[in-house]
Nanobody, 126 residues
Framework: QVQLVESGGGLVQPGGSLRLSCAAS????????MGWFRQTSGKEREFVAA????????YYADSVKGRFTISRDNAKNTLYLQMFSLKPEDTAVYYC???????????????????WGQGTQVTVSS
């Protein structure tokens, strides 16, 4: 059973930086896609970024491209989201997610992931 535990959220001023971590356990992830999503109250969970664990290929939402970087540490089984130039509209609960590459559905959609962390709050405010 896949377990995902996020950390690193907090309060940051506009223009600031933050790094989120997601510790993954329960299996090997070489055939997985790992993603970050975010959600604000009353809205659907929104795709932020994803990475093919083995190949390292990365994918980003247009709203974060050039500001956020997704990466993974194979030895630590940890997923990261480095966030720069944060804006108030980046405020949300951020979730780590995982899915087998072979699973059907676009990995840009939260519906195509079958494992989730508990979420970590990111607040961008002065």
């Amino acid at each position: 059973q896949v377990q995902l535990v996020e950390s690193g959220g907090g309060l940051v001023q506009p223009g600031g930086s933050l790094r989120l971590s997601c510790a993954a356990s329960g299996r090997t992830f070489s055939s997985y896609v790992m993603g970050w999503f975010r959600q604000t109250s009353g809205k659907e969970r929104e795709f932020v970024a994803a990475i093919r664990w083995s190949a390292g290929s990365t994918y980003y939402a247009d709203s974060v491209k050039g500001r956020f970087t997704i990466s993974r540490d194979n030895a630590k089984n940890t997923l990261y989201l480095q966030m720069f130039s944060l804006k108030p509209e980046d405020t949300a609960v951020y979730y780590c997610a995982a899915r087998p590459i072979s699973m059907s559905g676009s990995f840009y959609s939260f519906k195509a992931y079958n494992s989730w962390g508990q979420g970590t709050q990111v607040t961008v405010s002065s």
